[in-house]
C-alpha cells in the first residue's frame, strides 16, 4: 500500500457524459500527478500540481481538467466523455518534486478504471 | 521530445534462468525509476537510480544506470514465478521551478513458466 488513494475505483459511465476522479496524496506529500494507462497509449502523464498549483502539464486533453484543493488532494475532470477515454487513470504523489536524493519519488495509488460505453 | 525504449516487450523465460531488461531513453536525465505492474493492479516502486554508475538490488532483480550511454538495464537472476509481471522503466523529466514528470517505456511483459 502507497498511501496515495484514489476513488472510485471503477466507472462505467457513457459517451458525452462527465465524470471526476479523486485523490489523496500521502500524508506530507505537496505534488500529485496524473497519469493515463491506455492499451495504445501506454503510461502517458497528464497534469501535476504542487500545493495548490499546476506545475507541469502533458498530454492532457482540453476536455480534461484537474485541481488540487487546501487540504491537497486533487480531482481530474473528464468531460464529453469519447470511447477512447477508457483507460486506467493513476494518480501518484511525492513530497518535494524536483528533490535530491529520491525526495521527489512518485508513489501510485492504485487507480480508477473508468469505461465509457 | 524524450523517447524511452524498452526491450524486450515480451519475455518468457523459464525458472532458474538469467535474463536482461534495457532500458534506452533519449535525452539527458539521472533520474531513473524501475516500476513492477501486476495485471489490473498499480505500479510498485522497484528502484530509484539517481546518479551515473547507481546499482541497486533486492532480491533477484538488480537494476544500474549509465547516464552516459543514456542506458539502464534490469537483470533478473534464477528466475522464479512469482516475478512474473510487467515492469516500467520511467525517465525523470525536470523542468524549471521543480516542475517534473516520468516519461515511461512501453513495459515489458514477464513470463516465468515453471
Known amino acids: 500500500d502507497s498511501g496515495v488513494t484514489q476513488t472510485p475505483k471503477h466507472l462505467i459511465t457513457a459517451t458525452g457524459q462527465r465524470v471526476t476522479l479523486r485523490c489523496s496524496p500521502r500524508s506530507g506529500d505537496l505534488s500529485v500527478y496524473w497519469y493515463q494507462q491506455s492499451l495504445d497509449q501506454g503510461l502517458q502523464f497528464l497534469i501535476q500540481y504542487y500545493n495548490g498549483e499546476e506545475r507541469a502539464k502533458g498530454n492532457i486533453l482540453e476536455r480534461f481538467s484537474a485541481q488540487q484543493f487546501p487540504d491537497l488532494h486533487s480531482e481530474l475532470n473528464l468531460s464529453s466523455l469519447e470511447l477512447g477515454d477508457s483507460a486506467l487513470y493513476f494518480c501518484?504523489?511525492?513530497?518535494?518534486?524536483?528533490?535530491?536524493?529520491?525526495?521527489?519519488?512518485?508513489?501510485f495509488g492504485p487507480g480508477t478504471r473508468l469505461t465509457v460505453l | 521530445e524524450l523517447k524511452v525504449e524498452q526491450n524486450p516487450l515480451f519475455l518468457s523465460m523459464q525458472e532458474g534462468k538469467n535474463y536482461t531488461i534495457y532500458c534506452n531513453y533519449s535525452?539527458?536525465?539521472?533520474?531513473l525509476y524501475w516500476y513492477r505492474q501486476d495485471p489490473g493492479k498499480s505500479l510498485e516502486s522497484l528502484f530509484v537510480l539517481l546518479s551515473n554508475g547507481a546499482v541497486k538490488q533486492e532480491g533477484r532483480l538488480m537494476a544500474s544506470l549509465d547516464t552516459k550511454a543514456r542506458l539502464s538495464t534490469l537483470h533478473i537472476t534464477a528466475a522464479v514465478h512469482d516475478l512474473s509481471a510487467t515492469y516500467f522503466c520511467?525517465?525523470?523529466?525536470?523542468?524549471?521551478?521543480?516542475?517534473?514528470?516520468?516519461?515511461f517505456g512501453k513495459g515489458t511483459k514477464l513470463t516465468v513458466n515453471p
Open positions: 501518484a504523489s511525492s513530497h518535494i518534486p524536483g528533490a535530491s536524493g529520491g525526495a521527489d519519488e512518485q508513489f
Open positions: 535525452t539527458t536525465s539521472d533520474r
Open positions: 520511467a525517465v525523470d523529466i525536470q523542468a524549471q521551478g521543480g516542475s517534473e514528470k516520468l516519461v
